[in-house]
């Protein structure tokens, strides 16, 4: 079986609503450490239990024989797109040398990129999502007889140990949640700006709305990233994240013409964009406020309504399309999932809603009923 190295350990961590220190956004089960646990970041970043994650991973090249490495393994292996995959591509770290020399000598070194979700507190309800990562989803989660996580957010002792190792960061990035549904958020950025304004920042946001003093604290920063997390445009938008598009739309285009920032969009690929992908771009392509359009993350899970229910047949025919007209696209491999029952899923949305999706998407509305009217 091929070896497959990781640098993910040398330069950093993951840290998720729930306090759970990761190795990555893709690996949430290995270290099984809490943040309120360990008194430092960096004393547990230069730790014998991540030591332990380097040797294996970096310098031997064993991701395959960790559990919860397997799934990056085998879709890096069918060449899909991964977190080890994006932090080659596109991430450089000027003190790579110096700190391999560092450790040589037994010299602790500072954290380089740290991702963080500091609560799951949310303003919209993503049709791909569940409550662990937005606490508008407590109640459908009951609904649909799914795990139902409380609100969960990181304590002020935590988000202290975060402001402790931002001196050393090249890259940070905030997740949700929603970052700008979270004040707290603010206080970790003004104190990066007063210790290391010179980090890369990438905040992952649906950018619905973001205040005033949020967008002061943005204008602090010569290296600010904003991903707009956008996967579909009006109605299929609307059912998609549960909030509202044109409000989405004029929240960019004000950060635009506020900071002089161009906006990336990042859309999940599911089941309910499937056949819609064209429209983002065509909507998108030639607005000022933007800078990229990207489409590289696939909702990998049956329940969450990955776009592999459809079927092979229409799965390819879709991927081909796309192959041809989309720019920056990644597209994935067809897993055969066409058996899993997902009607009750999509009911409750649409009831949840307020509309029926498939009433703005006549492929789906076909597809939904071969397969489930009788």
């Given at each position: 079986?091929?070896?497959?190295?990781?640098?993910?350990?040398?330069?950093?961590?993951?840290?998720?609503?729930?306090?759970?220190?990761?190795?990555?956004?893709?690996?949430?089960?290995?270290?099984?450490?809490?943040?309120?646990?360990?008194?430092?970041?960096?004393?547990?970043?230069?730790?014998?239990?991540?030591?332990?994650?380097?040797?294996?991973?970096?310098?031997?090249?064993?991701?395959?024989?960790?559990?919860?490495?397997?799934?990056?393994?085998?879709?890096?292996?069918?060449?899909?797109?991964?977190?080890?995959?994006?932090?080659?591509?596109?991430?450089?770290?000027?003190?790579?040398?110096?700190?391999?020399?560092?450790?040589?000598?037994?010299?602790?070194?500072?954290?380089?990129?740290?991702?963080?979700?500091?609560?799951?507190?949310?303003?919209?309800?993503?049709?791909?999502?569940?409550?662990?990562?937005?606490?508008?989803?407590?109640?459908?989660?009951?609904?649909?007889?799914?795990?139902?996580?409380?609100?969960?957010?990181?304590?002020?002792?935590?988000?202290?140990?975060?402001?402790?190792?931002?001196?050393?960061?090249?890259?940070?990035?905030?997740?949700?949640?929603?970052?700008?549904?979270?004040?707290?958020?603010?206080r970790i950025l003004k104190?990066?700006?007063?210790?290391?304004?010179?980090?890369?920042?990438?905040?992952?946001?649906?950018?619905?709305?973001?205040?005033?003093?949020?967008?002061?604290?943005?204008?602090?920063?010569?290296?600010?990233?904003?991903?707009?997390?956008?996967?579909?445009?009006?109605?299929?938008?609307?059912?998609?994240?549960?909030?509202?598009?044109?409000?989405?739309?004029?929240?960019?285009?004000?950060?635009?013409?506020?900071?002089?920032?161009?906006?990336?969009?990042?859309?999940?690929?599911?089941?309910?964009?499937?056949?819609?992908?064209?429209?983002?771009?065509?909507?998108?392509?030639?607005?000022?406020?933007?800078?990229?359009?990207?489409?590289?993350?696939?909702?990998?899970s049956t329940k969450d309504?990955?776009?592999?229910?459809?079927?092979?047949?229409?799965?390819?025919?879709?991927?081909?399309?796309?192959?041809?007209?989309?720019?920056?696209?990644?597209?994935?491999?067809?897993?055969?999932?066409?058996?899993?029952?997902?009607?009750?899923?999509?009911?409750?949305?649409?009831?949840?809603?307020?509309?029926?999706?498939?009433?703005?998407?006549?492929?789906?509305?076909?597809?939904?009923?071969?397969?489930?009217?009788?």
């Amino acid at each position: 079986m091929t070896k497959l190295s990781c640098k993910s350990p040398l330069v950093h961590l993951n840290l998720g609503p729930n306090g759970h220190i990761n190795l990555c956004c893709e690996n949430r089960w290995t270290i099984r450490t809490h943040i309120d646990e360990i008194d430092d970041l960096e004393e547990f970043f230069n730790s014998s239990v991540m030591d332990y994650h380097r040797e294996e991973i970096t310098y031997k090249g064993n991701i395959k024989n960790l559990d919860s490495c397997k799934n990056c393994y085998w879709n890096t292996m069918k060449g899909d797109e991964t977190f080890r995959s994006r932090l080659e591509k596109y991430h450089t770290f000027p003190n790579e040398a110096n700190d391999k020399k560092a450790r040589e000598y037994g010299i602790n070194v500072p954290i380089r990129y740290l991702e963080y979700t500091l609560s799951n507190i949310c303003n919209q309800k993503c049709a791909m999502c569940s409550s662990f990562f937005s606490n508008k989803w407590q109640d459908l989660d009951k609904e649909l007889g799914r795990e139902v996580h409380p609100l969960q957010k990181l304590g002020d002792d935590a988000i202290s140990k975060i402001e402790k190792v931002l001196y050393g960061l090249d890259y940070l990035e905030i997740k949700g949640g929603e970052p700008f549904a979270d004040i707290r958020n603010f206080r970790i950025l003004k104190k990066l700006a007063e210790v290391n304004n010179k980090c890369e920042i990438k905040i992952v946001s649906n950018m619905h709305h973001i205040t005033p003093e949020a967008m002061d604290i943005l204008k602090k920063f010569p290296n600010i990233k904003l991903f707009a997390s956008v996967d579909g445009t009006n109605k299929i938008y609307d059912w998609i994240r549960g909030g509202n598009f044109k409000k989405t739309v004029d929240t960019m285009e004000k950060y635009y013409n506020e900071t002089g920032n161009k906006v990336q969009i990042g859309t999940t690929i599911s089941l309910y964009n499937f056949f819609n992908l064209l429209d983002i771009q065509n909507y998108f392509e030639d607005k000022e406020y933007i800078n990229n359009i990207v489409f590289e993350n696939w909702c990998r899970s049956t329940k969450d309504g990955m776009p592999d229910i459809v079927g092979k047949d229409i799965y390819d025919k879709q991927i081909k399309i796309y192959k041809k007209k989309l720019k920056n696209f990644v597209p994935k491999e067809y897993e055969n999932k066409d058996t899993f029952n997902f009607k009750s899923n999509f009911d409750k949305l649409n009831i949840d809603r307020g509309f029926d999706i498939t009433d703005h998407v006549p492929e789906l509305k076909e597809w939904y009923n071969r397969k489930w009217k009788t």
